[in-house]
């Protein structure tokens, strides 16, 4: 968890067990939280799309999570949060103001989980060959699982895609299959993506809304997330930020 930061977590009306977990989480962290309900399909506000649509209801779900979640950060009057999901973990208490300071000057955006375990890899090589901490976002840099905004990308998120608080409206995105929260939230704004793994996904739980993604992306993503967590603490004798366990 980021300490100095707020952070805004979604979770299901009737994921109990997760909630537990997850609240246990941020209270051992000693982290400002909030919990936002998820949305689902069942309870989708009204949503505008272009046909022919290629994505399913719990793909619409999860963006009108996330806007839900920075919706309540906006309303919270913070300057920057951290919006995740229930199931993302972190090894470590970071220092929230020290990491947003390595980013680069301009960013919006920082993701801050992947799980794609290929581009886990690749990320974390720029960081333990070059000292990389960030790079661009790219679209094959899966997961809205954790990631930190500035209050003005917020505001633009919610412009862009409910600009009548309510609804969601989608008709302006012009990418087959590209109506999922990552590329919407990330890809027009300046989103940079962490090099080091700082969350991962607890795979004792399963995917609410992708469980055939279990074990193509999220329990392998976590595994590529926890052997470069090792291979940077082996190299270097500590973690990027890290004021100690959570």
């Known amino acids: 968890m980021l300490e100095g930061l707020p952070h805004f977590w979604i979770n299901r ?125 790219e679209p094959s840099c899966y997961s809205a699982g954790a990631w930190v905004a500035r209050r003005g990308a917020l505001a633009a998120l919610l412009a862009r895609y409910s600009p009548d608080g309510i609804g969601l409206d989608l008709s302006g995105v012009h990418a087959w299959g590209k109506l999922v929260a990552d590329h919407l939230l990330y890809r ?19 995917s609410t809304h992708a469980p055939q993604r279990d074990a193509t992306h999220h329990r392998p993503g976590a595994l590529a997330a926890q052997g470069l967590r090792q291979r940077i603490l082996a190299a270097s004798g500590d973690y990027p930020f890290a004021l100690g366990q959570p």
């Open 188 to 206: 027009r704004t300046a989103c940079y993506t962490a090099t080091v793994p700082y969350f991962f996904n607890d795979i004792a739980l399963d």
């Open 13 to 137: 009306a009737a994921d109990e067990g997760r909630r537990l977990l997850a609240r246990e989480a941020f209270e051992r962290a000693g982290v400002a939280h909030a919990r936002i309900e998820a949305v689902t399909p069942d309870t989708l506000p009204a949503v505008k799309v272009r046909e022919p649509f290629a994505n399913s209801l719990h793909e619409l779900a999860i963006v009108a999570s996330h806007l839900r979640a920075a919706g309540a950060a906006l309303d919270a009057g913070v300057a920057t949060a951290v919006i995740m999901e229930d199931d993302v973990r972190a090894h470590h208490r970071y220092d929230g103001a020290a990491l947003l300071a390595s980013a680069p000057p301009d960013w919006e955006i920082l993701q801050l989980h992947v799980s794609h375990a290929p581009v886990i890899g690749e990320l974390g090589e720029l960081y333990l060959r070059h000292g990389i901490l960030w790079h661009e976002w």
